[in-house]
Structure formats: structure tokens, C-alpha cells
């Protein structure tokens, strides 16, 4: 049987033949686009991977960094806070942190350090 018109010659077996042909190439073009279109993103997951391990590891070390003791010291000292025992030079007319309010301070100051020693989580020194 033959098709007449836009098919010329075509048989009907011939015709299917190349319409199930073109399917089947159409479907393995967009089978290798959505594969090579997950490669990429693949390798933009691995490379976002690489840079966010990189982050957490640098994150690691400075929270290791702030829960150390000799942070926690660093931090009292910048807030004014002294050692028990030591002495503080208030000089005149120096408007620093803690300078202005005699030996009053001085204590408070000592029972500030221990207070923040507590909240992260360590034992003051007796």
C-alpha cells in the first residue's frame, strides 16, 4: 500500500520506519543533554563541596581558637578585667576601661573575670 501526496514514494512500512527513527533520536539527544547537563552540575557540587569544607575546617579552628582559656583571658584583659592578686596602675586622667572607678572596680573587675569563665564553661582558678 502506498501513500500518495506529500509522501511520494514512501511506503507506509518506510514511513514509520523514519518516524520511529526520528523518536528515537530525538529521545537519545535529550538522554545525553540531561546526562551532560548533570556532569556539569556534578562538578559544581564538588567544587562548592571543596569550598565548604574548606570553610568548616577554618571555623573549626577558630572555635577551638575562642573556647581555649588563653582566649578567654585576652578577652577579659580588652574588657579591663585583672587576675586575682594583681595590681592595676590607674593613671589620671586616662579615661580607659576600668580607670575610673578606683579600687571598687579593681574587684568588681576580678568578679567579672570569673563570671565570664563560667559562661564559657570553665573553672576559675582558685
Keep these: 500500500m502506498r501513500l500518495a501526496g506529500i509522501w511520494g514514494n514512501l ?32 562538578g559544581e557540587l564538588e567544587e562548592i563541596t571543596s569550598q565548604l569544607a574548606e570553610e568548616n575546617e577554618a571555623l573549626a579552628g577558630e572555635l577551638q581558637r575562642r573556647q581555649s582559656l588563653k582566649f578567654v583571658e585576652e578577652e577579659a584583659r580588652r574588657l ?22 578606683g579600687e571598687d572596680s579593681v574587684a568588681e573587675s576580678v568578679v567579672h573575670w570569673r563570671e565570664w569563665l563560667r559562661v564559657f564553661g570553665f573553672r576559675p582558678p582558685r
Design 11 to 42: 511506503s507506509v512500512g518506510r514511513g514509520l520506519a523514519l518516524l520511529l527513527g526520528s523518536l528515537i533520536l530525538i529521545s537519545l539527544g535529550r538522554s545525553i543533554w540531561r546526562d551532560l547537563e548533570g556532569a556539569r552540575r556534578v
Design 80 to 101: 579591663g578585667m585583672v587576675r586575682e592578686g594583681e595590681k592595676v596602675l590607674i593613671l589620671p586622667g586616662g579615661g580607659g576601661v576600668g580607670e575610673s572607678g
